[in-house]
């Protein structure tokens, strides 16, 4: 079987964004383990963001997640934001990615968000015992890195300045959006006669 994208395969911008497209079950079949085992932490942070991108381009909250095997470096599981899209509360880019990567050992693997996690992804990313986390903006929102420390969670901080534009540009359009989904519509009626 031929795969598309070798060992051999330059990484690039485009490869990365066909990667951060196909569904993750299809990986496999597309991509031969030696590219995985060449990208460099900016490189997944990168497939993060452009997962990002995808959300914002669907109306939605641009947050993307990357699960991987920290041993071979493949791809375990991605998302991003889908509150709007799919109507869901809280399948934000860390969750969505944890639950494409399915019941595998996360204290095995590193996960890449392209924002500081929420308290709800955070809770998560320690109760599933990751390894590692990586986060690409802590710019536009921080505060429970400490807390994932506190609880042996490796954080890295690894600023991706693509996906804190993305996320600035987001919030200074959809603000009530933003909060929605940091905080949930009982913080975005607040003080608001239309709720």
Same mark, same amino acid.
């Given at each position: 079987?031929?795969?598309?994208i070798?060992k ?21 079949a597309?991509?031969?383990?030696g ?14 963001v ?8 669907e ?25 709007? !899209? ?8 860390? &969750? +969505? /990615?944890?639950?494409d990567?399915?019941? =595998? ?14 308290d ?8 599933? !015992? ?5 986060v690409?903006?802590? &710019? +536009? /929102? ?5 807390? =994932? ?26 603000p009530?959006?933003?909060?929605e989904?940091?905080?949930?519509l ?10």
């Amino acid at each position: 079987m031929t795969l598309f994208i070798t060992k051999d395969t330059p990484v690039s911008d485009a490869v990365l964004n066909v990667i951060a497209h196909l569904p993750t079950t299809s990986l496999a079949a597309t991509v031969e383990d030696g590219f995985f085992q060449k990208l460099s932490d900016a490189d997944f942070m990168r497939i993060a963001v452009l997962l990002a991108q995808k959300g914002y381009d669907e109306g939605g909250c641009p947050i993307g997640g990357v699960v991987i095997d920290n041993k071979s470096r493949k791809i375990m599981g991605k998302g991003h934001n889908t509150l709007v !899209q799919e109507s869901h509360p809280y399948n934000h880019g860390e &969750t +969505s /990615a944890i639950r494409d990567a399915g019941r =595998i050992d996360f204290s095995k693997t590193t996960i890449f968000t392209t924002l500081s996690p929420c308290d709800v992804c955070a809770t998560l990313i320690y109760m599933r !015992q990751f390894a590692r986390v990586v986060v690409g903006d802590v &710019t +536009s /929102a921080s505060g429970n890195e400490d807390m =994932i420390r506190s609880k042996g969670v490796q954080v890295d901080i690894l600023e991706d300045l693509q996906g804190i534009a993305l996320y600035s540009k987001y919030r200074a359009e959809k603000p009530d959006q933003d909060i929605e989904d940091w905080k949930g519509l009982a913080e975005v009626c607040k003080g608001k006669a239309c709720c």
